[in-house]
């Protein structure tokens, strides 16, 4: 007997929000390389144009969809635009988010706001919105994309904090409302890794010697790591994990 692949996602379409760049780009990559058809979404049509022509010139199937996420009007008009005229959203990819630092003091209710709104709001829309159209269908996919800080707390960052534990726990909510219903909702968690967001970190060498001296791995990860946990979530890998939270962190979750 044949054995099944359980890792293919051949024939599937994926939704990624914040996909023209960064973890989203990357994330929509590894998928294509498993078989998906991935929508690139993001608020800029000149970036998405071209990370969607970057993915096509590497042969995979891709197209683009720009709309904000924080506007729940604008996403539920998307995703039943995405679902007429492309066909269902298999897998979607809650990864669009915003960092903003400052001692906790100090933090304006304008980056409270946008932090809110940018990393929990928009993940229950876009959530919402797909999962609608994937309960009649009795199967689907949602990874989250939340954080080690969804468990832990730096300095200077204790908003941001409070968003991803926040995506984690609406995590947990989704699989428990809409489990029963075949979809399998889950939470992928990066550690630090070498991103846009993080260049100014990365480039302090100060910052980098601590990290790599409380990593257990002594480095910062890099985003192509983050690939094998997406593709296992969004698989028939997967298909009796719920509500869990997947963390690629290097091990700095679990050491003192």
């Not at 904000?68 to 005229?85: F, G, K, Y």
């Not at 954080?147 to 707390?153: G, N, R, T, Y």
């Not at 910062?220 to 298909?239: C, N, P, T, Y």
């Amino acid at each position: 007997m044949p054995t099944p692949d359980l890792f293919s996602l051949q024939g599937r379409r994926a939704l990624v929000t914040g996909g023209s760049r960064g973890i989203g780009l990357t994330i929509a990559r590894g998928l294509a390389a498993h078989g998906a058809r991935v929508i690139l979404n993001g608020r800029s049509s000149d970036t998405l144009d071209a990370a969607r022509a970057a993915l096509r010139a590497d042969g995979f199937e891709a197209d683009a969809v720009a709309f904000d996420v924080t506007d729940q009007s604008a996403v539920s008009d998307a995703v039943s635009r995405i679902e007429r005229e492309q066909g269902p959203i298999d897998i979607l990819v809650n990864n669009a988010g915003l960092q903003r630092r400052a001692p906790l003091e100090d933090f304006t209710r304008a980056d409270w706001d946008t932090l809110l709104s940018t990393n929990i709001s928009a993940v229950f829309f876009a959530a919402q919105a797909v999962a609608r159209h994937m309960l009649g269908r009795g199967r689907g996919k949602i990874i989250n994309i939340c954080s080690v800080q969804s468990e832990l707390a730096r300095p200077n960052i204790a908003p941001y904090t409070a968003t991803k534990g926040a995506v984690r726990n609406l995590t947990r909510g989704m699989a428990t409302d809409w489990a029963k219903h075949g979809l399998q909702i889950n939470g992928l968690a990066p550690g630090y890794f070498e991103t846009e967001m993080n260049d100014a970190l990365v480039r302090d060498a100060a910052f980098t010697d601590w990290l790599c001296k409380r990593t257990p791995a002594a480095r910062w990860g890099r985003v192509e790591e983050l690939v094998g946990a997406a593709v296992f979530l969004a698989s028939d890998a997967s298909s009796f994990v719920n509500g869990h939270m997947l963390t690629v962190d290097g091990g700095i979750s679990i050491s003192l």
